[in-house]
């Protein structure tokens, strides 16, 4: 499987993707990797592949010298866990890494759907009702049914408007009595200390909305000023975006596309599986996470990847210059 895999790389890159890692995922939150998993997946990596930084492999891609079996390593939306226990994996196994932060967070708001699995966590059993939401009463009864409302919660509210979906998470911490400046968030000094440390900043909005609900004015202030704020904390260029949530056409656009551009990123990454070949526009960059379990099925997994076509809004900037 190793040479398949060898074999399928040549000209291709691969970026994974990782998300929140927390040393034990939450009843309500069981589809976050957990640290144990986490580790396994670093050793594959580790194995299997030349991990660079995703700036110098974009780079070496578009000269026609990317090695095969190169990877790279990234991590969307920002959290403690990243520097407490992420940051020091990463280092014993000397691989380098690229974290895409939110930065409202650093203002004291933490990220929506951490304050949305906290009231959930608090509201007393029985149904739950959102006033004035088009959403039918939830049951909230036990931890199955609860598990399922947090679900359709974070679905509901992810495709709103900013105002709306900050107005009903406000109405729901009322209701659960939930104190959302507990929460533990990432810090600039968190964001100092990867810098320090030999990892690559990238931006990941300001708030993570969904870019084709923001008017233009928003979509512009989500994306250049999540660059400027990161530039100015770490005393160094911000070149790379990632689109929250990520999917072409669905969660961004040419518009985006362009702001983007216009906000003078380099590069954006999106959450379309896929691997990146000289022909893959810079600012629709796909990744992909194999998540096993175990070594085998995720040679299979990336085995497949390899071979998605991946889609794409169509534009036709490529690696190549």
Request: glycine fraction near 6%; aromatic fraction near 8%; charge should be negative.
């Amino acid at each position: 499987m190793e040479l398949v895999l060898r074999g399928l790389s040549r000209d291709k890159l691969s970026i994974f993707l990782f998300h929140k890692v927390p040393l034990q995922a939450s009843k309500l939150a069981p589809y976050d990797l957990a640290y144990t998993d986490f580790l396994k997946m670093l050793d594959y990596v580790a194995e299997h592949f030349s991990v660079l930084p995703l700036d110098e492999a974009v780079d070496r891609l578009a000269q026609g010298n990317l090695p095969a079996a190169t990877a790279c390593l990234t991590f969307d939306d920002g959290y403690c866990s990243w520097v407490e226990h992420v940051m020091p994996a990463l280092l014993e196994r000397n691989l380098h890494a690229t974290f895409f932060l939110t930065t409202g967070q650093f203002a004291g708001k933490p990220m929506w759907h951490e304050r949305v699995e906290q009231a959930m966590t608090l509201l007393p059993a029985g149904r739950l009702t959102l006033a004035d939401a088009e959403l039918d009463a939830l049951d909230v009864a036990d931890e199955a049914s609860r598990l399922q409302a947090v679900r359709r919660v974070e679905q509901y509210l992810k495709y709103l408007p900013l105002a709306r979906r900050e107005s009903l998470i406000e109405g729901l911490e009322a209701m659960s009595g939930a104190r959302p400046e507990t929460l533990s968030r990432m810090s600039e000094n968190d964001v100092r200390t990867l810098h320090a440390k030999g990892f690559s900043i990238g931006a990941h909005t300001v708030n993570h909305p969904i870019l084709t609900l923001c008017s233009e004015r928003e979509a512009r202030n989500e994306i250049a000023a999540a660059r400027e704020s990161l530039s100015a904390l770490i005393g160094a260029e911000i070149t790379g975006f990632a689109y929250p949530n990520g999917r072409p056409a669905q969660d961004f656009n040419e518009r985006h596309v362009r702001l983007v551009k216009e906000a003078g990123y380099k590069y954006a990454v999106t959450t379309q599986w896929g691997a990146a070949t000289t022909q893959t526009s810079l600012f629709q960059i796909p990744r992909f996470t194999p998540w096993g379990p175990g070594s085998l099925r995720m040679s299979y997994q990336l085995a497949r990847n390899y071979l998605l076509p991946g889609k794409t809004l169509g534009i036709t900037e490529s690696v190549l210059v």
